[in-house]
T-cell receptor, first 115, second 112 residues
Framework: GAGVSQTPSNKVTEKGKYVELRCDPISGHTALYWYRQSLGQGPEFLIY????????DSGLPNDRFFAVRPEGSVSTLKIQRTERGDSAVYLC?????????????FGPGTRLTVL | GQQLNQSPQSMFIQEGEDVSMNCTSS?????WLWYKQDPGEGPVLLIALYKAGELTSNGRLTAQFGITRKDSFLNISASIPSDVGIYFCAGQLRAAGNKLTFGGGTRVLVKP
């Protein structure tokens, strides 16, 4: 498809485990964003990539969270030593970057449940 | 983290009614956006506003970018059942890499 895809759609894990969440942006989009959405709230910014580099990671809550985008396309959000408070929907969005306009297109999200 | 102040938190609609929701911020934005999110889906962009004072329509939706650049409203006219869902406002700042700051959402429900 032509949209942003995220895998898995659902992930259930146990406290203390490591998880990886994947985002496939729209082809050609240079900007990629990760957001976290807790139940009943709006999404909150985590990290932004322009190309391969993390241009802004100020939203990552602590050092258990890390994200990479090694080839400037697919991105992986990694969470170490998961805690119950990490349970949320993790949304990825892509866009054409600062030069190409502001519109961000969202994927369907990965629902993470930490037991 | 910072979220915009969005109201009302929820509302009931009857088919054919007009509805309105708004969003305020303590800081200015270059762009205001309105998204709709259905269960199990990501937010979908409805309207984007790029200039203070701008009034933009998209079908039955009308939104305005406040003069102070710190607020916006969204109106839905002649509501229909598929308008049910959660609506989010979002502010965007070029100097901050265009990351989005979201409101808490307005949940639109059908009157029983």
């Amino acid at each position: 498809g032509a949209g942003v895809s995220q895998t898995p759609s659902n992930k259930v894990t146990e406290k203390g485990k490591y998880v990886e969440l994947r985002c496939d942006p729209i082809s050609g989009h240079t900007a990629l964003y990760w957001y976290r959405q807790s139940l009943g709230q709006g999404p909150e910014f985590l990290i932004y990539f322009q190309g391969t580099g993390a241009a802004d990671d100020s939203g990552l809550p602590n050092d258990r969270f890390f994200a990479v985008r090694p080839e400037g396309s697919v991105s992986t959000l990694k969470i170490q030593r998961t805690e119950r408070g990490d349970s949320a929907v993790y949304l990825c969005a892509s866009g054409q970057g600062l030069a190409g306009g502001n519109t961000q297109y969202f994927g369907p999200g990965t629902r993470l449940t930490v037991l | 983290g910072q979220q915009l102040n969005q109201s009302p938190q929820s509302m009931f609609i009857q088919e054919g009614e007009d509805v309105s929701m708004n969003c305020t911020s303590s800081s200015i934005f270059n762009t205001w956006l309105w998204y709709k999110q259905d269960p199990g889906e990501g937010p979908v962009l409805l309207i984007a506003l790029y200039k203070a004072g701008e009034l933009t329509s998209n079908g039955r939706l009308t939104a305005q970018f406040g003069i102070t650049r710190k607020d916006s409203f969204l109106n839905i006219s002649a509501s229909i059942p598929s308008d049910v869902g959660i609506y989010f406002c979002a502010g965007q700042l070029r100097a901050a890499g265009n990351k989005l700051t979201f409101g808490g959402g307005t949940r639109v429900l059908v009157k029983p």
